[in-house]
C-alpha cells in the first residue's frame, strides 16, 4: 500500500474552513488507497505571536521554556484537523512529538535525532490517519524542543523517511516551483521535475517556504518531495534524484531556472599589501564568526603593488563582519574597507550544465549586450552566479530567462 | 521549610504585564522562606477561543482531541511565567502534566489520579520554583486529559496534597470570601475563616471561581485552602477545618453568610392521584437522567383527592426535565406541568446553627415581615434555604444579612 507525507504550512492551517479544506484533501488521498500521516503547522500567524509574548516576558528567555510556548500552536491545529477529520466519518488522531516520540536534541532550534514508528505502523495497519504537529520534538531528558522556523517542513520529510514513504507531499501557498520569479518574468514557466541540488540552488525561485535544510534531508534519503498548492487543484513540481531525470535529461532544457538573491553583501578591501598569506589573514577572523563568504574577486596586481580583494557576504552578517576585519586591519594593512548592500546575486541553474559548454560565457554575453557591470562571479557544478548592480535586477533575470531559452510559448 | 501551592486565574495570566506581576508575588513567597509550586491558568478568554474551535471543527468532537487542543492555553502560560521568574533571577522551570506525571482517566472532564512528586522533590532540594499547568494531565496510554472548566483549582489542590503542602493559596480577581454578594450588600463584610462546609454551601458568595470540586478535595485532605486577591495586597479568607476554628466558634456569629442562587426554576405538578409510589414514580425518570433536584413541597391532599407536587431543578435541565415528565404523564396520571424560571434560592449558611436553635423561624419571620412570599423550604445541618420570587432577591439578602448580625460596623 503506497504510503505517503502530506505537510500543510500555516496558511493552509489558518482557520476552521481552510482546516476543512485541508481534511478533503487528505481524504481523497485516503480513498485513493494510500496510507497517510499529516504533518501541520500552527496558524499563519500564531507563532509569530507566541515567540513575541517570549520576548515581552524576558529579552534573553529561556530556549527550553521558549519551546514550551511556542510548540503550542502545533499542538492546536493537530488536534483541530484530527476532530475535522473525524467530522468526516474518518479514522484519524494526532500524535505529539512526546508521544510517538519524535527525538530532538537542542531547544529553539533542535535537530531530529530519530523518530520512533512502531505507533505508527499500528495505526496505519488500523486503516488510521495520524496527525502529527510539525516544528517539535522531545528531548532526551523529556522535554519539549522546537526545530527552528520552518521547522515543519523539516519535521515532514525526517517523518517521511523513518516511515519509508514513497512520496512527502508539502502543500504551500505556490503551487510548484518556477523557472524564475513569476512577478518579474510573467512567461515563468511551472518545472514538473527539478532535482534536489537544482532546488537547493534556486532557493530563491519560487516555492520560497520549503526549507533548505528539509531538501538537503529528503536528498540523503532520496525521498520524493512534491511541492504543491493547498488551494489549487493540480500537480506541483516534484523534487527528486539526478537518477529519476537521467532519461529525460536530453528533452530538458540546459539550464532549469534563473534565481535572484538580494540578500547579499559586497564589501572590497584597498590597498592590500603583496604579502603571502595576506587573503588568509582576512578570511580566517571572518570563518572563525561564521560568517559564510561567498563570491570572492582579487585584483591582479603588478608584482609588488597593492592590490584590490572584493567578496560578499550576507547582508545581515555585514556589520559584524565589517567589524571582525577592523580588528585585523593593522596586523595586515589595508587601507580602505569598502561595503555596498545594493548587489544583488543573479544565478543560472541547471543540472545539464555539467556535459554543456558555454553556459557562462552565454550569461557574460546577454548582460554585456544590456550594459549590465558585472561585479563578481561564481560557478559550480550546475550553477554560474554574478553579482550586478541591484536596479538591474529585473531586467538581468527577464533578458536570462529568454536567453536560456525558459519562456513559456504565448498562451501557455 | 514551609510549602505552599500559588495558583493563579485566567485574569491573573491576561498578558505580559500581569504574568509580570504574578511573578513578583511568587518571588515574595520565596523570599520569605517558602518551597513553591505555582498552578496557573490560560490566558482570560483563552479557553473560550479553543473550545470555539473544537466545536465550529465538528460539532460532535471527539474529546480525546479537545483535551490536545485546549491543554495548549496552560502550557503557554507556564512557559511565559517560567520565563519572566527566569528574568527576575529566581530559579524557575514548568512542568507539564505529562511531564510529572499528573495521572487522569477519563477526557474532557478527566478525574486526577495521583500525582507522582519526585520531580518536584528533586526541584524543590534544588531550590527551584515549578510552574504547573492546571486544568491537565495524562491518560494511562500516554494522552493529555483535561479536567473540565474550573479545573485549574482541582489542580492546585490536588498538588497540595501530593506534595503535603502547608497551605494551598488561590488568587482570583476577588479578595476573599464575604457574607454576601458585596453588590447587594455594601455592608457585607470579606470573611477572615469559614469551614469548608461553609464554602460548599456558600457557592454563591463572593469567590465564585472557586471550584466546588476543589474545596471537596481540600477537606478530604484536611488543607487549609486560601481566596486571595491577586491585585490587591491583603490577606484573604482561610478556608480550613472545623477543628480549626474550634477555639473561635463561641465568638463566631451563628450565621457566617447569606447565599443567592438563580440556577434553580421550579416545577409544579398538578392533579397528582393519591396513590402510594406516585412520588417516587415522578423522580425516579428525573433521577435516572441525572437530574439533580433539589427543594421537594408536597400539598397535603385530603385523603383520596388529587394533590399539588412542586420540586425545583437546575435552570440548565427544565427543558429537559419537563421532556422526561411528560413521558410518564399518563402512566401516572397527573394534570398539568407548570414552571416557573423566575424564583431564587437564598440561603443562610454557617456551622454554629448546629447548636442553635430558631435560624429557621429567624429566616421565616424576616422575611415575613416584608411580606416576601416563601415558595418552598430545605433545610441542611449548616443551612436553611427558602425558595422566594427573583424580583425579592436583593430584599430578602439585605434584610437577612442584618437580621443575622452580619453587617459591618459603620467604617469598617
Request: glycine residues 8%.
Amino acid at each position: 500500500m503506497p504510503r505517503i507525507v502530506m505537510k500543510f504550512g500555516g496558511t493552509s492551517m489558518a482557520g476552521i474552513e481552510r482546516i476543512r479544506h485541508v481534511a478533503a484533501r487528505v481524504r481523497r488521498e485516503v480513498e485513493a488507497g494510500n496510507q497517510v500521516a499529516v504533518v501541520v503547522s500552527a496558524m499563519a500567524g500564531e507563532t509569530d505571536r507566541l515567540v513575541q509574548l517570549c520576548r515581552e516576558a524576558a529579552s534573553l528567555y529561556d530556549p527550553r521554556e521558549y519551546d514550551v510556548v511556542v510548540a503550542s500552536g502545533e499542538q492546536v491545529t493537530s488536534g483541530l484537523l484530527a476532530i475535522t477529520l473525524q467530522g468526516m466519518g474518518l479514522n484519524a488522531r494526532s500524535y505529539m512529538g512526546w508521544q510517538l516520540p519524535i527525538r530532538a536534541s537542542g531547544h529553539a532550534a533542535a535537530l531530529i535525532e530519530g523518530i520512533d514508528v512502531e505507533v505508527l505502523e499500528r495505526v496505519f495497519d488500523g486503516g488510521g490517519i495520524a496527525v502529527i504537529p510539525g516544528f517539535q520534538g522531545v528531548t532526551q531528558d523529556n522535554a519539549l524542543a522546537t526545530l527552528g522556523r520552518g521547522g515543519s517542513d523539516t519535521s515532514a520529510v525526517a517523518l517521511a523517511a523513518a516511515m519509508k514513504a514513497d512520496r512527502c507531499d508539502i502543500y504551500t501557498d505556490v503551487d510548484g516551483v518556477y523557472t524564475t520569479d513569476p512577478r518579474i518574468v510573467p512567461r515563468a514557466r511551472k518545472l514538473d521535475k527539478v532535482t534536489y541540488e537544482e532546488r537547493l540552488e534556486l532557493a530563491s525561485v519560487g516555492a520560497k517556504v520549503l526549507q533548505t535544510r528539509s531538501v538537503g534531508l529528503a536528498m540523503r534519503y532520496k525521498l520524493p518531495l512534491q511541492v504543491l498548492s493547498s488551494f489549487e487543484d493540480r500537480p506541483g513540481t516534484m523534487i527528486v534524484g539526478d537518477e529519476a531525470i537521467e532519461e529525460e535529461i536530453m528533452e530538458r532544457n540546459v539550464i532549469t531556472g534563473i534565481a535572484h538573491d538580494k540578500n547579499e553583501a559586497m564589501v572590497t578591501l584597498t590597498g592590500l599589501p603583496d604579502n603571502p598569506g595576506t587573503v588568509a589573514a582576512i578570511f580566517a577572523p571572518l570563518a572563525a564568526a561564521n560568517v559564510n563568504v561567498d563570491m570572492i574577486v582579487q585584483s591582479v596586481p603588478r608584482r609588488g603593488e597593492p592590490s584590490v580583494l572584493t567578496f560578499t557576504v550576507p547582508t545581515a552578517a555585514l556589520a559584524h563582519s565589517v567589524a571582525e576585519l577592523e580588528k585585523v586591519r593593522d596586523a595586515i594593512g589595508f587601507e580602505e574597507i569598502v561595503t555596498e548592500t545594493h548587489v544583488v546575486k543573479v544565478s543560472a541553474v541547471g543540472v545539464g550544465m555539467r556535459s554543456t559548454a558555454g553556459i557562462a560565457a552565454k550569461m557574460f554575453e546577454t548582460l554585456a549586450d544590456r550594459n549590465i557591470n558585472i561585479l563578481a562571479i561564481t560557478t559550480s557544478e550546475i550553477k554560474v552566479s554574478v553579482l550586478i548592480p541591484e536596479e538591474y535586477t529585473e531586467l538581468a533575470v527577464r533578458v536570462l530567462h529568454t536567453a536560456y531559452g525558459l519562456d513559456a510559448e504565448d498562451g501557455e
